[in-house]
């Protein structure tokens, strides 16, 4: 029986789909929850499939199928896909609260907040569009999910600026009538956001009067959780529970096949009694005859033996592979006769979506013998790293063979060439497919060598028998000298250098303590100069992708801010905007290190992801203030109603993203793993900004604005006096 990793996928895919319903009723609990219109709700509905069915045409006219990166993108735009719909639909809301009609709140309301709603999906898109140009491993990860939320963000406030205002003026009401029982419920709910409002806005009034204090505080913070960074690991992708336990058993070199087969027979009985959560236990051993051995994972021989566990699904079983795998690493230890073995999570592929990382060091250098001493001693010290198993060289032990040395000049003499020879010695031992017999639609190699018997020993090799140009026939003891010997199975090279590889897995640590450690470690032996030691594998690939997504980090900030600059034609506003993205980060670090989870290439990228949501409020904040100072109101009066006028958009917004965010976050179902560092990134940022967003955001705008009129105010007078005089 093959395993594979379809049923991983298809579990993966039905939990992502349950991730898109959960995130889908919690949306609609949060509109209902704030607005306490029934018909309100029933509009922010009808914007979530008009814009999800644009994701779909995308997938049908690009060819691209239904799999864990489109149905994560679903499940991450899903929660922000309402947002513009929400900022225009609680002011149309309000608007009519406060006493016009339908009609006309939807016109002027819609007015009112559009330019914000424009800017703010331009920030998304700004974060979100570069992600389709990355390349790399990341860009082969991450284009579909910027094409899909950047697709679903445009459409949605295509959606939010026309459809949404249309059905208002059609569906809302001047005056809703609410039942006894709908009345008895949300009366509660409106009290409580009724006082939010006036908590709020006396927490803003004290903020702007004590600006200094505020800016204390708020940098402190921050910096205190730039200090937290250090406590938190790195990795460079989640493991994943794939249901999946790849496991090479190796006994010494030479072992018979009789003794693989009764040590298979132990293991697989203890095993398969052991760990009821074992669905498939595959077994492979032996080997072809005249096949080449290698010592390495994927060889096969009569003293290797490999196994492929399937486990059942996760929500049948209580343990995970990693915990299991561990299991049989200790089951393995107590056996004398294994000489080695390697227990892999996961599987043997790694990477994205299952096995756990491995830590790899490459060492470097022509000469074997010092290679090999090196090797030795970097493998001795990743041995006594708390959370590194399964430690073994690539160049494994040198095997016996049998090697013919030839005369050249009694070969010449003879009149027998060199190549000519050595093919008859390789196809007298390993043999030649001399034709193939088909029958029936079959086909079968013939492969013609000597009988068993005939190639055994040294003299049987020696009796091998070579023919000249004239057909005579000379044995090959006459021209040649068989001896035994030890060689390495192969010899590998990495950019044109003999190069060993020291090679461990990693389990319950991150991949970064572990490579700070074992450099740290490196130190302390004596390497020769004609020996080179790097750290490539999973931490070269982390290192790199970081790189790259710091970059991307910096050029979304900048396109943010050109964006949210030409929006709103000035250069300070979208500054002060700004000030909200060192909050997010603290939010990031603090959630990481909160719930023990590794800052991953996944969780960078939601951090990337943060900088266009967390601006969204930033804009709809600024963007009425300014439209209330607009209107003649003094700077202080602007920003405190303004502030307590957005306080419920801006809520709403941030509650139906994290909200969203939430099933992935928790990590619901097989292989939610995967993306449960950016579900848990984005909510811990998100949160944390919007907390500090409210009152520092204001804060910042009433100083810097506040000291240009009191500069406008001297200018003034100044003015006034050189006129008197």
């Known amino acids: 029986m093959v395993l594979d990793t379809s049923d991983f996928i298809k579990s993966s895919i039905g939990s992502l789909t349950e991730t898109v319903l959960l995130a889908?009723?919690?949306v609609v609990i949060v509109v209902l929850f704030f607005l306490g219109r029934w018909r309100a709700t029933f509009i922010i509905i009808l914007t979530i499939p008009v814009s999800l069915i644009a994701a779909f045409i995308y997938l049908m006219i690009t060819g691209n199928t239904l799999n864990i990166i489109s149905l994560s993108s679903l499940s991450i735009a899903i929660g922000m896909v309402v947002d513009d719909a929400i900022v225009v639909l609680e002011n149309i809301t309000s608007h009519i609260e406060k006493g016009s009609k339908p009609k006309d709140a939807a016109i002027y309301a819609t007015n009112e907040v559009a330019v914000a709603v424009v800017a703010s999906t331009l920030t998304i898109v700004a974060v979100f569009f570069p992600l389709t140009m990355v390349s790399g491993l990341a860009g082969i990860l991450f284009r579909q999910l910027g094409w899909i939320v950047t697709i679903i963000i445009t459409i949605s406030t295509i959606a939010a600026l026309t459809l949404t205002p249309m059905l208002s003026s059609q569906i809302l009401k001047k005056d809703p009538k609410?039942?006894?029982?709908?009345?008895?419920?949300?009366?509660?709910?409106?009290?409580?956001?009724?006082?939010?409002?006036?908590?709020?806005?006396k927490t803003l009034s004290l903020a702007l009067a004590n600006r200094t204090m505020v800016f204390i505080l708020s940098a402190g913070l921050f910096l205190s959780s730039i200090f937290l960074l250090s406590r938190v690991g790195t990795d460079f992708f989640p493991t994943a529970d794939n249901s999946q336990i790849s496991i090479t058993v190796e006994l010494p070199v030479g072992s018979r096949i009789e003794q693989a087969r009764i040590l298979n027979k132990y293991i697989t009985e203890k095993w398969e009694s052991q760990y009821p959560e074992i669905e498939v236990l595959q077994t492979s051993m032996g080997q072809s005859d005249g096949s080449n051995i290698f010592m390495s994972l994927g060889s096969s021989g009569t003293h290797l033996i490999t196994y492929t566990a399937r486990m059942k699904d996760l929500k049948y079983r209580d343990r995970d592979i990693f915990e299991i795998g561990d299991l049989m690493r200790r089951d393995l230890e107590q056996i004398p006769e294994i000489y080695r073995f390697e227990v892999k999570p996961g599987g043997s592929g790694g990477g994205f979506g299952g096995a756990a990382a491995d830590i790899e060091m490459d060492i470097l250098g022509y000469n074997m013998d010092d290679a090999l001493a090196v090797a030795n001693n970097v493998a001795n010290i990743m041995r006594g790293i708390e959370g590194v198993n399964d430690v073994r060289l690539s160049r494994e032990d040198d095997m016996p063979q049998l090697r013919v040395v030839f005369d050249r000049k009694k070969l010449s003499m003879a009149g027998v060439s060199l190549t000519s020879a050595a093919n008859i010695v390789r196809n007298r031992v390993n043999g030649i497919i001399s034709t193939r017999f088909r029958e029936e639609g079959e086909e079968y190699d013939i492969v013609v060598k000597n009988q068993i018997e005939f190639r055994r020993n040294i003299e049987d090799i020696n009796s091998i028998l070579l023919y000249n140009q004239k057909g005579e026939t000379i044995k090959l003891s006459e021209v040649a000298t068989v001896i035994e010997d030890f060689a390495p199975p192969s010899i590998e090279h990495l950019d044109r250098e003999r190069v060993v590889k020291v090679t461990g897995s990693i389990y319950k640590r991150a991949l970064g303590d572990i490579a700070k450690e074992i450099n740290g470690q490196l130190a302390d032996i004596t390497i020769p100069s004609n020996i080179a030691v790097k750290m490539s594998g999973s931490y070269e690939e982390q290192q790199e992708s970081f790189a790259d997504m710091i970059l991307l980090l910096l050029l979304v900030i900048m396109l943010t801010y050109i964006v949210m600059a030409s929006q709103f034609e000035s250069l300070r506003d979208p500054f002060i905007i700004m000030f909200s993205l060192p909050f997010a980060f603290t939010g990031v670090f603090a959630a990481l290190w909160l719930t023990d989870t590794s800052l991953s290439l996944i969780a960078l990228i939601g951090a990337v992801m943060l900088v266009g949501i967390v601006v969204k409020n930033g804009i709809v904040l600024i963007d009425y203030i300014n439209l209330n100072r607009?209107?003649?109101?003094?700077?202080?009066?602007?920003?405190?109603?303004?502030?307590k006028s957005r306080l419920r958009p801006v809520l709403m917004t941030t509650l139906t993203t994290i909200l969203g965010m939430l099933p992935m976050a928790v990590g619901i179902g097989e292989g939610s793993e995967i993306w449960q560092p950016m579900g848990i990134a984005i909510i811990g940022g998100l949160t944390v900004s919007t907390l500090l967003t409210l009152v520092v955001i204001p804060t910042v705008y009433c100083s810097v604005n506040v000291r240009d009129i009191k500069k406008q105010r001297r200018a003034i007078a100044k003015n006034n006096l050189l006129n008197k005089r």
Request: hydrophobic share 45%.
């Open 24 to 26: 889908g009723l919690f």
């Open 178 to 201: 609410r039942g006894k029982v709908f009345g008895a419920i949300y009366s509660p709910i409106q009290r409580f956001l009724n006082w939010l409002d006036a908590v709020y806005e």
């Open 630 to 643: 607009e209107r003649g109101m003094s700077v202080i009066k602007s920003v405190v109603k303004g502030g």
